[in-house]
């Protein structure tokens, strides 16, 4: 009898061990999900709280030269096409956790370069044809807000929209004209003379100031600094990127606007003749970039 008391009671003992152990053990499965599920890694490199990445690009700007001058030697209007190649590195910084909204700066330089082809042949005897070359450097610094649209379309596919500004630095900015004059005979037309000229000179500079100004007496060199706005989108995916975008310049490359007023009678004084001018009316001119637009690939990392 007491052997039997003795198994039954190693018996009931074994069980509750069993049972203990079975309980231990859930309870350790379920703090080791919970730990998983803390320290889990993104599969995606833009899930990141910082991520970065390094991008080449193609970049267009419509520039428009006009000029109201009362002389020849300046063209009336010119305008380019501006093809620019661009490096730069940006980098995204989550702002909310449970909101996929990041915060973008970084820096772009960018090359451009751009021609315009033009002729004034309103004398009869003289007419001039002018080749014009454009070639800008530059570093832009885009400050964005952008918002994170995960698994659209397939696994693993990121298109983020942005919206934002950015201040651009202009280096670099000359213009070269290679001008040719052709003389005419009023009544045959044939071509009875013919000079060529070549000139380069900086938009950076003001040519009252040192020799290489890129205009005679009008102090409207370009701008060492613009700024503008921005909107655009990226797609990302695996550690790739691909982003369009449009740049709203908000204040021109270079102006310049007349202080004093036109008028047709001859202004005497000191043994000089001439007009005077006025603001708007035929000494005014503006050198604008207002349309810029990017095609851009990076790598993130």
Same mark, same amino acid.
């Given at each position: 009898?007491?052997?039997?008391?003795?198994?039954?009671?190693?018996?009931?003992?074994?069980?509750?061990?069993?049972?203990?152990?079975?309980?231990?053990?859930?309870?350790?499965?379920?703090?080791?999900?919970?730990?998983?599920?803390?320290?889990?890694?993104?599969?995606?490199?833009?899930?990141?709280?910082?991520?970065?990445?390094?991008?080449?690009?193609?970049?267009?700007?419509?520039?428009?030269?006009?000029?109201?001058?009362?002389?020849?030697?300046?063209?009336?209007?010119?305008?380019?096409?501006?093809?620019?190649?661009?490096?730069?590195?940006?980098?995204?910084?989550?702002?909310?956790?449970?909101?996929?909204?990041?915060?973008?700066?970084?820096?772009?330089?960018?090359?451009? @370069? &751009?021609?315009?082809? +033009?002729? #004034?042949? %309103?004398?009869? *005897?003289?007419?001039?044809?002018?080749?014009?070359?454009? $070639?800008?450097?530059?570093?832009?610094?885009?400050?964005?807000?952008?918002?994170?649209?995960?698994?659209?379309?397939?696994?693993?596919?990121?298109?983020?929209?942005?919206?934002?500004?950015?201040?651009?630095?202009?280096?670099?900015?000359?213009?070269?004209?290679?001008?040719?004059?052709?003389?005419?005979?009023?009544? @045959? &037309?044939?071509?009875? +003379?013919? #000079?060529? %000229?070549?000139? *380069?000179?900086?938009?950076?500079?003001?040519?009252?100031? $040192?020799?290489?100004?890129?205009?005679?007496?009008?102090?409207?060199?370009?701008?060492?600094?613009?700024?503008?706005?921005?909107?655009?989108?990226?797609?990302?995916?695996?550690?790739?990127?691909?982003?369009?975008?449009?740049?709203?310049?908000?204040?021109?490359?270079?102006?310049?606007?007349?202080?004093?007023?036109?008028?047709?009678?001859?202004?005497?004084?000191?043994?000089?003749?001439?007009?005077?001018?006025?603001?708007?009316?035929?000494?005014?001119?503006?050198?604008?970039?207002?349309?810029?637009?990017?095609?851009?690939?990076?790598?993130?990392?």
């Amino acid at each position: 009898m007491k052997s039997m008391k003795l198994m039954l009671s190693a018996l009931l003992l074994g069980l509750s061990v069993s049972a203990y152990a079975q309980d231990d053990d859930e309870l350790l499965d379920a703090t080791a999900e919970e730990e998983t599920a803390e320290v889990s890694v993104p599969t995606n490199p833009t899930e990141r709280r910082f991520f970065q990445r390094i991008q080449l690009g193609y970049t267009g700007t419509r520039a428009k030269y006009t000029n109201n001058s009362l002389t020849w030697s300046l063209p009336m209007s010119e305008k380019y096409f501006l093809s620019g190649v661009s490096l730069g590195w940006i980098g995204d910084l989550r702002l909310n956790q449970k909101i996929p909204f990041f915060f973008e700066i970084g820096t772009t330089f960018t090359y451009h @370069t &751009g021609t315009y082809d +033009g002729n #004034d042949d %309103s004398q009869s *005897s003289v007419r001039y044809n002018w080749h014009s070359r454009v $070639n800008a450097f530059s570093l832009t610094i885009p400050i964005n807000i952008s918002y994170q649209f995960r698994d659209v379309l397939k696994e693993g596919l990121t298109i983020a929209p942005y919206v934002g500004v950015y201040g651009r630095f202009n280096l670099v900015a000359n213009r070269s004209v290679r001008m040719v004059k052709e003389s005419h005979n009023v009544i @045959t &037309g044939e071509v009875t +003379g013919r #000079d060529e %000229s070549y000139d *380069s000179r900086s938009l950076m500079k003001n040519h009252n100031k $040192n020799n290489d100004g890129w205009m005679n007496g009008r102090t409207h060199e370009g701008k060492l600094f613009q700024a503008g706005v921005q909107v655009g989108a990226n797609a990302f995916y695996k550690r790739y990127s691909f982003g369009l975008a449009y740049m709203f310049d908000l204040m021109p490359f270079a102006q310049h606007d007349s202080p004093v007023g036109l008028y047709d009678e001859p202004r005497t004084g000191g043994g000089v003749t001439g007009i005077t001018c006025k603001a708007g009316t035929g000494c005014d001119m503006e050198i604008s970039t207002r349309h810029n637009f990017a095609v851009t690939v990076g790598y993130i990392f």
